[in-house]
């Protein structure tokens, strides 16, 4: 085992066997462990009250009373793992103790080798408690679909794969960039199972959605008494993610004071809980994501410059969708398939003028409006074929749907016969009139054009409607 495994862990000994406590001390400090010895109920007590321990070993006939007691008492932390240990007859003793909290136990006369591994497998319990906990209500994991436009991006993403298997341990942070929608969530989630921690624990932390008050203290975790509603201590999400990656979804969301410790936490490989004095190892792969320019911010000052570079080490730039209209279809169709599995429909399809609609469209929602649109379609439309009528007239905001040979479509191309300006001017001009209800000094504004020389267009495209000259 590793010795970065127990490396600045507090472990505090419950045992009146001298020399057994003295030979788990020594194991446990030569794998880096900060070892407490207590010989009896009272001295037990006297430590609880007085340090913080991340696990205790628990002998269960102590010579002043039962290990039990501490457990009946709640002496112990919430983050505190209690292991018992108990000769061949007090099996019994060692299964009440589970039932008080007690997360695992070893029957004497064992190994002192053997105790790291148990240590390691109450962390994982402690763990996967606290991503129990956070996972409640977690949305499902939108599609990731790589289509000719990411080629490229599949292409960067396999080479960061190639590194961190490579590497194993102390894996880089990665940044990922990206409009509301894209595909940011999928793509940490993508990382993290085809990566060599795909076993580990994947915490999804939304910073957007944390209270500044509290985000803290969900990050980093607190101690009993940190804080007015602190009644218990409690793991943090770095804590949680140990082994594994964190993903820190809209970072710029965090305080300015925050994100320093979010940096102390990736260069030192170390946290402290709110409240607490003990630095704690971590061994985090933080994947980090924004909707935002973060150059940008670090300008403004509103985002850290040392945290940003040490972020932007492996940068993913995800496209827009209306960058990808080559994929478009083909992503729509994946992601009807699996809408209709989910609401146990059969299979639709999407009509010629659908498929048109869907193409003009500029998606500002990007994938995930696409999904939006297409399970409301599923739900809405009567039979096996979907034609998104009302695409693009859900909001004033909202441009209506565009065909890809207009020329204000996003996905417009010159045809080879030519172009006419003059048309697409005229056009211009009308929309501006139209908006300003026929004020010619209005629609100039809007335009960005002097009155006369507006004056001077409509005058002009009179004068050839009529075949004169103005």
């Given at each position: 085992?590793?010795?970065?495994?127990?490396?600045?862990?507090?472990?505090?000994?419950?045992?009146?066997?001298?020399?057994?406590?003295?030979?788990?001390?020594?194991?446990?400090?030569?794998?880096?462990?900060?070892?407490?010895?207590?010989?009896t109920?009272?001295?037990?007590?006297?430590?609880?009250?007085?340090?913080?321990?991340?696990?205790?070993?628990l002998?269960?006939?102590?010579?002043?009373?039962?290990?039990?007691?501490?457990?009946?008492?709640?002496?112990?932390?919430?983050?505190?793992?209690?292991?018992?240990?108990?000769?061949?007859?007090?099996?019994?003793?060692?299964?009440?103790?589970?039932?008080?909290?007690?997360?695992?136990?070893?029957?004497?006369?064992?190994?002192?080798?053997?105790?790291?591994?148990?240590?390691?497998?109450?962390?994982?319990?402690r763990?996967?408690?606290?991503?129990?906990?956070?996972?409640?209500?977690?949305?499902?994991?939108?599609?990731?679909?790589?289509?000719?436009?990411?080629?490229?991006?599949e292409?960067?993403?396999?080479?960061?794969?190639?590194?961190?298997?490579?590497?194993?341990?102390?894996?880089?942070?990665?940044?990922?960039?990206?409009?509301?929608?894209?595909?940011?969530?999928?793509?940490?989630?993508?990382?993290?199972?085809?990566?060599?921690?795909?076993?580990?624990?994947?915490?999804?932390?939304?910073?957007?959605?944390?209270?500044?008050?509290?985000?803290e203290?969900?990050?980093?975790?607190?101690?009993?008494?940190?804080?007015?509603?602190?009644?218990?201590?409690?793991?943090?999400?770095?804590?949680?993610?140990?082994?594994?990656?964190?993903?820190?979804?809209?970072i710029?969301?965090?305080?300015?004071?925050?994100?320093?410790?979010?940096?102390?936490?990736?260069?030192?490989?170390?946290?402290?809980?709110?409240?607490?004095?003990?630095?704690?190892?971590?061994?985090?792969?933080?994947?980090?994501?924004?909707?935002?320019?973060?150059?940008?911010?670090?300008?403004?000052?509103?985002?850290?410059?040392?945290?940003?570079?040490?972020?932007?080490?492996?940068?993913?730039?995800?496209?827009p969708?209306?960058?990808?209209?080559?994929?478009?279809?083909?992503?729509?169709?994946?992601?009807?398939?699996?809408?209709?599995?989910?609401?146990?429909?059969?299979?639709?399809?999407?009509?010629?003028?659908?498929?048109?609609?869907?193409?003009?469209?500029?998606?500002?929602?990007?994938?995930?409006?696409?999904?939006?649109?297409?399970?409301?379609?599923?739900?809405?439309?009567?039979?096996?074929?979907?034609?998104?009528p009302?695409?693009?007239?859900?909001?004033?905001?909202?441009?209506?749907?565009?065909?890809?040979?207009?020329?204000?479509?996003?996905?417009?191309?010159f045809?080879?016969?030519?172009?006419?300006?003059?048309?697409?001017?005229?056009?211009?001009?009308?929309?501006?009139?139209?908006?300003?209800?026929?004020?010619?000094?209005?629609?100039?504004?809007?335009?960005?054009?002097?009155?006369?020389?507006?004056?001077?267009?409509?005058?002009?495209?009179?004068?050839?409607?009529?075949?004169?000259?103005?």
């Amino acid at each position: 085992m590793p010795q970065s495994t127990l490396t600045g862990l507090g472990v505090l000994v419950i045992e009146d066997d001298t020399l057994l406590r003295k030979q788990i001390a020594a194991h446990l400090e030569s794998l880096g462990a900060d070892v407490t010895g207590a010989a009896t109920l009272g001295a037990a007590k006297r430590f609880l009250v007085e340090l913080e321990f991340d696990f205790a070993l628990l002998d269960v006939h102590l010579p002043d009373g039962r290990g039990t007691d501490l457990l009946e008492e709640k002496a112990f932390s919430p983050n505190t793992g209690v292991i018992v240990m108990t000769g061949d007859s007090g099996v019994t003793g060692a299964v009440e103790a589970m039932r008080l909290g007690a997360l695992d136990y070893l029957v004497k006369p064992f190994e002192v080798e053997e105790l790291p591994l148990v240590i390691q497998r109450v962390r994982r319990t402690r763990q996967s408690a606290r991503l129990d906990e956070h996972r409640r209500g977690e949305a499902g994991d939108p599609t990731l679909f790589f289509g000719s436009a990411l080629e490229e991006l599949e292409s960067q993403l396999q080479k960061i794969l190639a590194a961190d298997r490579r590497m194993q341990t102390d894996l880089p942070p990665i940044l990922i960039q990206g409009e509301t929608g894209t595909g940011k969530t999928s793509i940490a989630r993508w990382l993290h199972q085809q990566g060599p921690r795909e076993a580990q624990p994947l915490v999804e932390v939304n910073c957007s959605a944390l209270p500044e008050t509290l985000a803290e203290s969900e990050l980093f975790g607190h101690e009993r008494g940190a804080f007015t509603d602190a009644r218990t201590a409690r793991l943090g999400l770095f804590e949680a993610a140990s082994g594994g990656t964190l993903f820190l979804d809209e970072i710029p969301s965090l305080a300015l004071p925050l994100q320093a410790k979010v940096l102390s936490a990736i260069e030192d490989h170390r946290i402290r809980r709110v409240g607490g004095n003990k630095m704690i190892p971590v061994d985090v792969r933080v994947i980090a994501a924004t909707n935002r320019d973060l150059k940008e911010w670090v300008t403004q000052g509103q985002f850290r410059e040392d945290l940003y570079h040490r972020l932007d080490l492996y940068r993913i730039v995800l496209p827009p969708l209306r960058e990808r209209s080559e994929d478009l279809l083909k992503l729509a169709d994946l992601l009807m398939r699996r809408l209709c599995q989910r609401h146990r429909l059969p299979g639709r399809t999407i009509t010629a003028a659908g498929g048109q609609r869907l193409l003009a469209y500029g998606w500002p929602g990007n994938v995930r409006e696409l999904a939006h649109e297409l399970e409301r379609a599923i739900v809405f439309e009567e039979g096996t074929t979907l034609s998104f009528p009302h695409l693009g007239r859900g909001s004033p905001e909202t441009e209506p749907a565009r065909s890809p040979s207009d020329c204000l479509s996003p996905d417009f191309v010159f045809p080879p016969e030519g172009f006419s300006l003059e048309q697409t001017i005229n056009r211009l001009v009308d929309r501006a009139l139209k908006q300003a209800d026929g004020n010619v000094s209005a629609a100039a504004r809007l335009l960005g054009v002097t009155r006369d020389y507006l004056r001077y267009r409509l005058s002009q495209r009179e004068s050839d409607e009529r075949g004169i000259q103005p």
